[in-house]
């Protein structure tokens, strides 16, 4: 099993959208290094030939009544939000210096 | 210490009920010793004492007006686990990221607790998000265990199986999602019990693992544990994949059980789930409990789960791949934490910067493993396999149920350990949630009952049931319990030490 370097901690925090220390890099590469040695045990039934359960109550297709029900106002969808403006959330710009 | 908060639920409900003593006076008695002792267990991360008061003056004003009695629970007061959500006060789940948060709805499980006339008195303290096996993960402190103060109270829902120790609720709300309400209670000599999955909403509890997250009820006896059970169980349109069927008996179940006769029960204790990494205190205290269940009537067999040793692998690629893409919602932009919003920044940046100030290492570890068994070309490999061993896990259970009425294990491999002994050590931490996790994959019934003390620290006995029915284990639990009481001179929470009481 591949082991986790740090570029692939940075690369997946990147992509969790977390960012690191690098005391953070160097702590979670063995850590999780360690964990995936670990849970890798379950690659002994790979190649077997089972089906996948990925829920253990099998429901399809759950629908309710196609009527109208009161949900949140929008002054109480945006009562816990970070910043808000003109009674909308505000957000920082979308879009990098670059762009 | 007042006698109110010794009682056990039922006997509040029903002295209420009998005006021996009103809703209010048992309320206060609860926030006193909160006030009192929680100094020193921290279960709580938020008392609710205004509207806890008002809760109890309405059922005194039912019982005053002559009204029937909302549920057998009326009057009762109860710890609810910061994780599900209660209008008009934090939800803050342990987590920095919900700091103060005020969810703009209640839970499913608050809804029915409110409307049964239960009293809750706070929030209780947890593993962020759920994640952990100690509360040492909580981002407002550890809870400390009241059988021990340097030692857990169990985890992820140690607020709420500390408080029933501690005496300062007689129920509690947990959620279990590899093992929170049962090693807890296993720990502090309380009962928790995992419904069946899909049998509690899960409407208003903050998602971890959305295909393994349930919660459930935490009481110091059965009997208290089935009457809970009842008031939060039910089909709810909220929740998609909540079960449309009739809740188990699991009340009628415990006064069953109480009559102290297991005839024509067949046991099986689970092979797999014994040997090296099982401390030998736990290992004896759980073997008198099956022979206890012996003397009872019950038929004890052995029987083997061989999928079972693979399910704490399996677990950690699962749980953490869901909550990967659960926690992704906090983002910092519609509610909860922001960081670095100073005009600077772009959202992404903030997303990052927010995350990062916002979720403790356990969290991060967690979501960066989703990430990772997530990952084009890992995916059928961890993912993939680990879903493949959910199928195997399903089998052994139903080849064992073919044979067995209920399965029988220790609830986890050690009494309580020391508060900071494993917090370096990832692996060591998840090894707590061995025994527990298989019927999380699984989705099934499983319990944890107290069954005596090794070198001073409370040991539970783990007691399975399949899907749905979840009656059973209440059966074989009350039986047991009765029996235990009996012949080891009454319930095993009496002998918690005494707290050192706040002036």
Not at chain 2, 208 to 225: E, M
Not at chain 2, 380 to 409: E, H
Request: proline share 6%; with cysteine.
């Amino acid at each position: 099993m591949p082991s986790i370097s740090r570029d692939e901690v940075a690369h997946l925090a990147r992509l969790a959208r977390l960012a690191v220390t690098e005391a953070e890099l160097d702590l979670f590469a063995g850590q999780l290094d360690q964990i995936v040695a670990a849970v890798a045990q379950v690659g002994q039934v790979a190649d077997q030939d089972i089906p996948p359960t990925s829920h253990s109550v099998p429901l399809t297709n759950v629908f309710r009544a196609d009527v109208v029900r009161p949900g949140l106002t929008q002054q109480q969808a945006t009562a816990a939000a970070p910043a808000v403006e003109d009674g909308r959330f505000r957000v920082p710009r979308i879009l990098g210096e670059e762009a | 210490m007042s006698e109110l908060t010794r009682l056990d639920a039922a006997d509040i409900a029903a002295k209420v009920a009998a005006k021996e003593v009103s809703a209010v006076e048992v309320t206060q008695a609860h926030l006193d010793r909160i006030a009192a002792v929680d100094h020193a267990v921290h279960a709580f991360l938020h008392v609710d004492t205004d509207r806890a008061l008002a809760a109890a003056k309405a059922v005194d004003d039912d019982v005053a007006a002559g009204r029937p009695a909302a549920s057998p629970l009326a009057g009762v007061p109860l710890a609810l686990k910061d994780v599900l959500t209660m209008q008009g006060a934090p939800t803050t789940c342990g987590s920095k990221v919900l700091e103060h948060w005020q969810p703009p709805y209640d839970a499913t499980v608050t809804q029915r607790l409110r409307a049964a006339g239960v009293v809750i008195l706070g929030k209780t303290n947890m593993d962020e998000f759920a994640m952990g096996s100690s509360t040492e993960n909580s981002a407002f402190g550890p809870t400390r265990n009241p059988w021990d103060l340097d030692r857990i109270p169990g985890g992820s829902g140690g607020g709420s199986s500390a408080a029933l120790a501690a005496f300062e609720a007689p129920l509690a709300i947990g959620t279990d999602t590899g093992g929170s309400i049962r090693q807890p209670g296993a720990v502090t000599g309380t009962v928790g019990v995992k419904p069946t999955y899909g049998t509690v909403s899960r409407f208003g509890l903050v998602a971890f693992s959305s295909s393994l997250d349930q919660a459930g009820p935490c009481a110091r006896t059965v009997l208290d544990a089935a009457l809970l059970h009842e008031v939060i169980a039910g089909h709810d349109p909220l929740d998609s994949t909540s079960i449309d069927a009739p809740v188990p008996p699991v009340v009628a179940a415990a006064r069953e059980g109480a009559t102290g006769d297991l005839k024509g029960v067949k046991v099986g204790v689970v092979t797999e789930f014994a040997g090296d990494g099982y401390e030998h205190g736990v290992a004896e205290a759980f073997a008198a409990a099956v022979e206890q269940l012996r003397a009872l009537g019950a038929e004890i067999v052995e029987v083997s789960c061989p999928s079972f040793d693979l399910a704490l692998p399996a677990y950690y690629l699962i749980a953490p791949s869901e909550a990967s893409s659960n926690l992704a919602r906090f983002d910092a932009m519609r509610y909860g934490l922001r960081v670095g919003d100073d005009g600077g920044h772009s959202a992404e940046e903030v997303m990052s910067l927010t995350r990062a100030a916002g979720f403790g290492a356990e969290v991060k570890r967690r979501i960066m493993l989703g990430t990772y068994a997530l990952s084009a070309g890992y995916y059928d490999a961890y993912y993939g396999s680990a879903q493949k061993v959910r199928t195997l896990i399903m089998r052994d259970f139903d080849a064992a149920f073919a044979q067995v009425d209920v399965l029988v294990s220790p609830t986890t491999p050690t009494t309580a350990f020391k508060i900071g002994e494993r917090t370096a050590d990832p692996m060591a931490m998840y090894r707590a949630d061995l025994c527990t996790i298989p019927s999380n994959l699984a989705g099934n019934a499983a319990l944890s009952v107290p069954c005596g003390l090794a070198d001073g620290l409370p040991v539970g006995m783990q007691i399975m049931s399949p899907a749905l029915q979840d009656q059973r284990g209440y059966r074989v639990a009350a039986a047991y319990e009765l029996a235990r009481n009996a012949a080891q001179g009454g319930p095993l929470i009496n002998r918690v030490p005494e707290l050192e009481v706040a002036h």
